[in-house]
């Protein structure tokens, strides 16, 4: 923050990210007329609570990278399809969605955050909801752990954890096998800022052909993926001032385990780890969101 303050040094991939945040709505720069483009994907509907007009159960608060990455798409898609099959009454904020702005607050952009956290707030507050389920990890602590510092104290619930309610209803459904040995990465503001370990392998395990297999760091041992704090936007930064960047050795943490599938619970994940398998050598290891194999599990296409 004081770098920022007086004009030091900040990497341009991360004062990108700033401005695209404050420019655009969300760090990818991208249009916020497109925010809810994705869901032409999902093949299901996808309610927009300004539309509906209506309290709902559930309001998702979809975040940037599945509102426009296009692996962040694959698993929010698999979600609105999880949530329709399980009948969840919910809907989404759609071209209203902007980024929580947590990450830019840890990487020293306090004001840029408290700007979108202001917005964020006032958008929640203008509709009738029960319980915000976030699709990432950091939103979760965003939301749960930084915003009731400014006034939002609302029941607020990582996907998994939401999921894991339902498995009863859920295990019926997930018909075709998928035989996969996975590995799970537990995500930082997941497990340790969290404390939530079991729901996402609870949610694994339900899949038929599943083994399940463990890194050497897990649960509250877990390792870094290197997305946090606005390291999500200093990857060019990091490969030229270290030998390996943290994502790589996770990768080859996960390859060791004889897995052919990293699941993550987290959408800065996919891409992180999609990169990293690749630049360590071990393109063999699939990169999936724990809603993708869920969703592979429902519709038979594993």
């Known amino acids: 923050e004081e770098a920022i303050l007086q004009g030091k040094f900040v990497p341009a991939e991360l004062q990108q990210a700033f ?16 925010r809810d483009a994705w ?29 426009y990455h296009p692996r962040g798409i694959d698993a929010a898609a698999a979600a609105a399809r999880i949530f329709n099959a399980l009948d969840i009454d919910f809907a989404i904020l759609g071209k209203e969605e902007k980024d929580d702005a947590d990450s830019q607050r840890l990487a020293g952009e306090k004001g840029l955050f408290e700007m979108m956290t202001e917005y964020n707030i006032e958008t929640f507050n203008k509709y009738e909801w029960d319980e915000l389920v ?11 752990n930084v915003y009731p510092k400014y006034g939002f104290e609302r029941p607020v619930v990582h996907y998994t954890t939401f999921l894991a309610r339902y498995l009863d209803q859920l295990k019926p459904m997930l018909k075709h096998s998928v035989e996969k040995k996975i590995t ?8 340790r ?36 704090g606005g390291g999500m936007w200093m990857d060019s930064f990091t490969a ?5 960047r943290l994502s790589e050795k996770r990768a080859m943490e996960a390859a060791s385990t004889g897995a052919n ?14 990169d990293a398998v690749k ?24």
């Open 19 to 34: 401005e695209n945040t404050a420019k655009s709505g969300n760090p990818l720069g991208q249009p916020q007329r497109k």
């Open 39 to 67: 869901i032409q994907s999902a093949g299901v509907p996808v309610p927009i609570i300004k539309d509906l007009g209506r309290k709902v159960s559930v309001l998702w608060y979809v975040g940037s990278y599945p509102s």
């Open 134 to 144: 976030v699709t990432g990890p950091h939103e979760l602590n965003a939301f749960k």
């Open 184 to 191: 799970y990465h537990d995500p930082c503001y997941l497990g």
């Open 193 to 228: 800022h969290n404390g939530e370990y079991e729901a996402p392998r609870k949610l694994l395990e339900a899949i038929p052909g599943v083994e399940l297999v463990e890194m050497q760091r897990n649960r509250e041992n877990g390792y870094c993926c290197g997305g946090g």
């Open 240 to 244: 030229k001032h270290t030998t390996m």
């Open 261 to 274: 599938v990293l699941a993550v619970a987290c959408p800065f994940e996919v891409s992180r780890f999609t």
């Open 279 to 302: 630049s360590t050598g071990n393109e063999h290891v699939d990169v999936l969101d724990i809603l993708e194999l869920l969703d592979r599990s429902m519709r038979g296409d594993a």
